[in-house]
Nanobody
């Protein structure tokens, strides 16, 4: 069965750093696209950053220059390094994985349970 397990969330002060980890199993990790999404209360879930099987990265403008996404295929883990955190980064962060197709469909689309990140003094 597919398992997507996140860790690393918590409470941090503005300007601080946090590293989120997401371990995925039961999927073909090496050919999967991986992404981090977040959702704040009353807001739509938004893409924070994604990374393709070839290492191509897409980062939301709101976090560009502060957040970095990376992957370790041997450990089947994707990371989100968050620096210079702001209160507006407060949200539940979700890990997502899927296997892309040539026509744009997402196969084996799976989500983690979410981890809370709170940025407050």
């Amino acid at each position: 069965q597919v398992q997507v397990v996140e860790s690393g969330g918590g409470l941090v002060q503005p300007g601080g750093s946090l590293r989120l980890s997401c371990a995925a199993s039961g999927i073909i990790f090496s050919i999967s696209t991986l992404g981090w999404y977040r959702q704040a209360p009353g807001k739509q879930r938004e893409l924070v950053a994604s990374i393709s099987s070839g290492g191509s990265v897409n980062v939301a403008a709101s976090v560009k220059g502060r957040f970095t996404i990376s992957r370790d295929n041997d450990k089947k883990t994707v990371y989100l390094q968050m620096n210079s955190l702001k209160p507006e980064d407060t949200a539940v962060y979700y890990c997502n994985t899927y296997r892309p197709t040539s026509w744009g469909a997402k196969l084996d689309n799976s989500w983690g349970q979410g981890t809370q990140v709170t940025v407050s003094s």
